[in-house]
Nanobody, 122 residues
Framework: VQLVESGGGLVHAGGSLRLSCVASRLSWDYYAVAWFRQAPGKEREGLSCISRKDGSIYFRDSVKGRFTISRDTVKNTVYLQMDSLKPEDSAVYYC????????????????WGQGTQVTVSS
């Protein structure tokens, strides 16, 4: 499995970004894909996951209602729509795939993208 993220950038507080994660050699019947982020000096944290059966799970209360995960199996892409962005959302965002379906801890994920930087200015 190979994962490539894109869509990060600089945005003002209150703005929106849509991140994309293009997956290759991944079967949607067997893998879940999640979004994580890591801010400077902090541990990487799980945000949201889309399961094998196309169910959406949000691990962090701080992103519920603002972030939306979705997937397009034709384009082999998982998206993270991020609205009402806050400066504390600034981080490197990663997508990752898991054979074990959706889990919030990174140890369950075996393939990772290179990350995309999101910076939210106040």
């Amino acid at each position: 499995v190979q994962l490539v993220e894109s869509g990060g950038g600089l945005v003002h507080a209150g703005g929106s970004l849509r991140l994309s994660c293009v997956a290759s050699r991944l079967s949607w019947d067997y893998y879940a894909v999640a979004w994580f982020r890591q801010a400077p000096g902090k541990e990487r944290e799980g945000l949201s996951c889309i399961s094998r059966k196309d169910g959406s799970i949000y691990f962090r209360d701080s992103v519920k209602g603002r972030f939306t995960i979705s997937r397009d199996t034709v384009k082999n892409t998982v998206y993270l729509q991020m609205d009402s962005l806050k400066p504390e959302d600034s981080a490197v965002y990663y997508c990752a795939s898991s054979w074990n379906n959706c889990q919030s801890e990174e140890l369950w994920y075996d393939s990772w993208g290179q990350g995309t930087q999101v910076t939210v200015s106040s």
